[in-house]
Structure formats: C-alpha cells, structure tokens
T-cell receptor, first 117, second 111 residues
Framework: GAGVSQSPRYKVAKRGQDVALRCDPISGHVSLFWYQQALGQGPEFLTYFQNEAQLDKSGLPSDRFFAERPEGSVSTLKIQRTQQEDSAVYLC???????????????FGEGSRLTVL | GQQVMQIPQYQHVQEGEDFTTYCNSSTTLSNIQWYKQRPGGHPVFLIQLVKSGEVKKQKRLTFQFGEAKKNSSLHITATQTTDVGTYFCAANAGNNRKLIWGLGTSLAVNP
C-alpha cells in the first residue's frame, strides 16, 4: 500500500487478555519502529527492527510486551495479560534509513488505540 | 536518560499572530526532526536538520538548529487555523537510532 497500515484501529480488551497489533510498513522500508503514545504525551519508543532483526527493544515496558517481524516486512506487537496501564495508542512507523545513527524520516500509521477495562 | 525539553506545552494565538516552539537538550544532538500531529491523527514529518546553525524554511514555517546542536526552534509566521495541532521535536543523539521525543507544543488558533 501507499502508507503504513495498522490494525486493528481500535481494540477493547478485558484486563488479563492477550492482544496482537499488526503493522504493515511501506514496501521497501527497512526500518520499523513501535511507539506507545499516552493521551497528551509524545510518542515513547518501544522497539526497533532493521529488516527482521530486532536491534533495540529497550523501550518495551515489561516482559509482557513482545514484538516480531519474521520476514522483514509485517510486524506484530503482542501484549500478554493486558493491564489498565497498557491503555494507549500504539504507533508503528517505518523509514527507508538503514545503518548509521540517523533514524530518517518516519512514516507513521494511524495507530491502534488499545483500551484495557 | 537523555531528554529533549520542549516549551511551551500549550500556546493559544489569534489567527495571524506568530508562534514559536523551542527544543533544548543538555547533550549534543546528531540531528533533529520536527513532526506535526493533528488532533486524533498521527505524527507527520515536517523537516530534518543536521548541520550546526542550519535554517530551513517551508512557506510560513522556519526551522533552526543551534550552533552547538543542542537546541532547535520552529517558528510559524501569521498562523492560520490549519496550523492547529501538536508540534513535536525528535532527535538522534550519539550513535543511537532511537529518536528522543519532546513532549510537544499544542497550538490552538482562534479565528
């Protein structure tokens, strides 16, 4: 597709349920990032992939959060045993940049809004 | 950890007035990017600054990167209602591809 696609756009989960959020980046974009954005806050880094390799997962808040990108394109962010504090918008972004210290222009998806009851 | 401080947090202006948001870091930045996020939307890339003292313009928007590469500003001349949104700065520091984001400046424009 022309842009970054995320699904579902909205997800309501009961506390303790597992959720999976999908990101389909722009074709050919090597780098993929996941961010968490709470209401009224800036995006908080979760994890970063270059192709299928997860190069940085330092932002994942706990071991309940897991991300993968097995074939270097689509990525899935999984949250196990969801808690109320996990409620946020989860943003996926991709970029052409590879290597070096520059992230490059990030193209964001519309986000997945997770509400945990 | 490393932080990028962004001020002000909120700004209300009358249409036609100018607007400026500032980002400051205690450490030298490799580059800085600016994004705009409309209410209910996602961040959209505006610009990237790399060189010390760099100034870039996009129509009514002027972006500056400080000489020491520790601060940056975004200035909007003669604001319009279409400028409403939250403006974020985000920076790379050192050899780290993880962008450090400011908390954003929310701009409201009264017609």
């Amino acid at each position: 597709g022309a842009g970054v696609s995320q699904s579902p756009r909205y997800k309501v989960a009961k506390r303790g349920q597992d959720v999976a959020l999908r990101c389909d980046p722009i074709s050919g974009h090597v780098s993929l990032f996941w961010y968490q954005q709470a209401l009224g806050q800036g995006p908080e880094f979760l994890t970063y992939f270059q192709n299928e390799a997860q190069l940085d997962k330092s932002g994942l808040p706990s071991d309940r959060f897991f991300a993968e990108r097995p074939e270097g394109s689509v990525s899935t962010l999984k949250i196990q045993r969801t808690q109320q504090e996990d409620s946020a918008v989860y943003l996926c972004a991709s970029s052409l940049a590879m290597g070096g210290s520059f992230t490059g222009e990030l193209f964001f998806g519309e986000g997945s809004r997770l509400t945990v009851l | 950890g490393q932080q990028v401080m962004q001020i002000p947090q909120y700004q209300h202006v009358q249409e036609g007035e100018d607007f400026t948001t500032y980002c400051n870091s205690s450490t030298t930045l490799s580059n800085i990017q600016w994004y705009k996020q409309r209410p209910g939307g996602h961040p959209v890339f505006l610009i990237q600054l790399v060189k010390s003292g760099e100034v870039k313009k996009q129509k009514r928007l002027t972006f500056q990167f400080g000489e020491a590469k520790k601060n940056s500003s975004l200035h909007i001349t003669a604001t319009q209602t279409t400028d409403v949104g939250t403006y974020f700065c985000a920076a790379n520091a050192g050899n780290n591809r993880k962008l450090i984001w400011g908390l954003g400046t929310s701009l409201a424009v009264n017609p």
